[in-house]
T-cell receptor
Framework: AQSVTQLDSQVPVFEEAPVELRCNYSSSVSVYLFWYVQYPNQGLQLLLKYLSGSTLVKGINGFEAEFNKSQTSFHLRKPSVHISDTAEYFCAVTGSGNTGKLIFGQGTTLQVKP | DAGVTQSPTHLIKTRGQQVTLRCSPKSGHDTVSWYQQALGQGPQFIFQYYEEEERQRGNFPDRFSGHQFPNYSSELNVNALLLGDSALYLC??????????????FGPGTRLTVT
């Protein structure tokens, strides 16, 4: 079985500052990892995904994440945030052979202040 | 190209009633998954439909059931509603069970309130 822990429930940051949202996972099988963003009253939008290959993954809106197998982490980063990045961010995992069943973390609220 | 659509947007029901939520997948997608997102929580997997059959199921009681139609659209039915069923219900679609991208496209959700 897989599980996901998002280490921060809320992350306040000033506009144009860098940010890191932390995600740790546990799994007994190979995993595929995802970060989704949810704006108020909307569904989920995929930011980026790690399936295999390079451990540094680049996504939309200037976000990137690094897969660290030894630390079972998949932290999300952005070098300079904008007010429009204020949203809820979810880390998710699915195991090989278990496609379609995404296991989500509890979410991290990113609050970008002017 | 229309994305995933869900109806209705909002719904208010009374305890003990039954509800049906609807989802149309993104064009070209044939697999539909349903998730329940309680307030302040991450989404939880309910079940997945492919070729009109339930393929995977999460830890939800039998009160939650579904259906997939030949055009790949899907319904989620919840019987004997409880207050705890109040949540945002998300539908996600993907191209096949083992699509190489493993990417799921989510709809905007249906907000269900049980009073």
């Amino acid at each position: 079985a897989q599980s996901v822990t998002q280490l921060d429930s809320q992350v306040p940051v000033f506009e144009e500052a860098p940010v890191e949202l932390r995600c740790n996972y546990s799994s007994s099988v190979s995993v595929y990892l995802f970060w989704y963003v949810q704006y108020p009253n909307q569904g989920l939008q995929l930011l980026l995904k790690y399936l295999s290959g390079s451990t540094l993954v680049k996504g939309i809106n200037g976000f990137e994440a690094e897969f660290n197998k030894s630390q079972t982490s998949f932290h999300l980063r952005k070098p300079s945030v904008h007010i429009s990045d204020t949203a809820e961010y979810f880390c998710a995992v699915t195991g090989s052979g278990n496609t379609g069943k995404l296991i989500f973390g509890q979410g991290t609220t990113l609050q970008v202040k002017p | 190209d229309a994305g995933v659509t869900q109806s209705p947007t909002h719904l208010i029901k009374t305890r003990g009633q039954q509800v049906t939520l609807r989802c149309s997948p993104k064009s070209g997608h044939d697999t539909v998954s349903w998730y329940q997102q309680a307030l302040g929580q991450g989404p939880q997997f309910i079940f997945q439909y492919y070729e009109e059959e339930e393929r995977q199921r999460g830890n939800f009681p039998d009160r939650f059931s579904g259906h997939q139609f030949p055009n790949y659209s899907s319904e989620l039915n919840v019987n004997a509603l409880l207050l705890g069923d109040s949540a945002l219900y998300l539908c996600a679609s993907s191209p096949g069970l083992a699509g190489s991208s493993y990417e799921q496209y989510f709809g905007p959700g249906t907000r269900l309130t049980v009073t």
